[in-house]
């Protein structure tokens, strides 16, 4: 209908007509690419909203995970050196106590990363909807970091823990698992996180199964120099987690709310 118009008012030669229509022409695009770009916006907006809400629900929990690790790798560590001590002659230690120390010394927790909200930021090319700077760098350079996998993959390859299973009979590692593995805890609950290993407990073996188990243990000359291994490794993992990710660390505490 404009068409016509203006090209009714060409016919008739009616410039001031013809220059009111095509300002209307014009101003109709111009708003009706206003509203299609705030339409946009408000739609970028809610997407925004809606990834930081869940990478933050997400980095909450990552920060639990990062502070289990630390406890549970710090009583690792605690039970592999007085399970060293003893077997190095500096410490007396009770062939049960013994053998819990040196069971908790091949330890490791491995559990599932809550990174579902960056993996498809990253995958959609939408990292830039986190518009808080610090909480998109936190997240890229948590989930980039290798220093948990690393932790993990040394505990699961760790030659000290193949020396022990190898050494002990099965029956005997299951009622050390049982009595004196890891605890349940509920993922989030910060007050569990400290002896969730490192306890007392009883093996529930009998004498004689513990004093050949200690004494198996004991006698295997390969056991201390993996041992202190396994020592190295955990204290070089342990300083990654608080000390050369210290920023990764404190923005964690920060989204966590602490």
Known sequence: MILRRILGHLERQHWTAIALDLAVVVLGVFIGMQVSNWNQQRIENQQAEVFTNHLIADLREEYWGYQLLIAYNGEVLKNAEKAARALDGKDALEDEAFLV??????QYKQRLRRRSTYDELISTGSIGLIRDQTLRETAMRLYNSPTIENL????????YREAFRMSLPNDVQRALSRNCGDRYIRT????AIH????YPCASGLSGPVI???AKSLRS???????LRLRIAD???RLVDLTS?????LENLRVIGGE
């Open 101 to 106: 120390s040196a069971y908790r010394a091949t």
């Open 152 to 159: 993990v993959r040394e505990g699961m390859q760790s030659r």
């Open 188 to 191: 989030g609950d910060f007050a």
């Open 195 to 198: 002896g969730n290993l490192d």
């Open 211 to 213: 004093a050949e188990s």
């Open 220 to 226: 295997n000359p390969t056991l201390l120099p993996l």
């Open 234 to 236: 955990i204290e070089t």
């Open 244 to 248: 050369n990710n210290r920023a990764i």
